[in-house]
Antibody, heavy 119, light 111 residues
């Protein structure tokens, strides 16, 4: 059964770069036809799509975050990563990674990781 | 930009039927598939409907989805409500131009 697990620091200082990794188990990140995505959820608020990556490195980003987001993939480790630069308190959220099926819907999701931006 | 609008909250009694709407801001919501996710407090979302009206294995047939082109909206309907259905529900779609969008979410209270 495919599982995803987010990892990284739970606390980031303002103006610094948030870095998270999603480890995929139970399947290959290089499986043809699947994108891999990042979604976030500020406390008490809704879901916001951040961006997607294909195992070849092709990426798509939310226009509202595009200037600050980098998503990369490491097929040898079966992982993909998120970097969000110049963070502020508004970037405090639970960050989820997920597989994108048929280029349309996200399943399964990781359990999520809370990242707090604070000095 | 393409947006999906949901009611902030809905409530209904156990055993009853409730529908949650998801209205597209532009174009035709029927042009691209709509998904619905259920999120209980402190947990990750799970899919209850994909591709407008398909249920993943393990999701009860009390959950159904539909799309109405005339109102440019999609709906999630839950029949025979149970207290365990109390959760936040999000619609989601792909606009066909490399933009994936979530609705703002609807809090379902079963009282």
């Amino acid at each position: 059964q495919l599982q995803l697990q987010e990892s990284g620091p739970g606390l980031v200082k303002p103006s610094e770069t948030l870095s998270l990794t999603c480890t995929v188990s139970g399947g290959s990140i290089s499986s043809s036809g699947y994108y891999w995505g990042w979604i976030r959820q500020p406390p008490g608020k809704g879901l916001e799509w951040i961006g997607n990556i294909y195992y070849s490195g092709s990426t798509y980003f939310n226009p509202s975050l595009k200037s600050r987001v980098t998503i990369s993939v490491d097929t040898s480790k079966n992982q993909f990563s998120l970097k969000l630069s110049s963070v502020t308190a508004a970037d405090t959220a639970v960050y989820y990674c997920a597989r994108l099926v048929a280029t349309i819907w996200f399943v399964p999701w990781g359990q999520g990781i809370l990242v707090t931006v604070s000095s | 930009n393409f947006m999906l609008t949901q009611p902030h909250s809905v409530s209904e009694s156990p055993g009853k039927t409730v529908s949650i709407s998801c209205t597209g801001s532009s174009g035709s919501i029927a042009s691209n598939y709509v998904q619905w996710y259920q999120q209980r407090p402190g947990t990750a979302p799970i899919t209850v409907i994909f591709e407008d009206n398909q249920r993943p294995s393990g999701v009860p047939d009390r959950f159904s989805g539909s799309v109405d082109s005339s109102s440019n909206s999609a709906s999630l309907t839950i029949s025979g409500l149970k207290t365990e259905d109390e959760a936040d529900y999000y619609c989601q779609s792909y606009d066909g131009s490399n933009l994936w969008v979530f609705g703002g979410g609807t809090k379902l209270t079963v009282l």
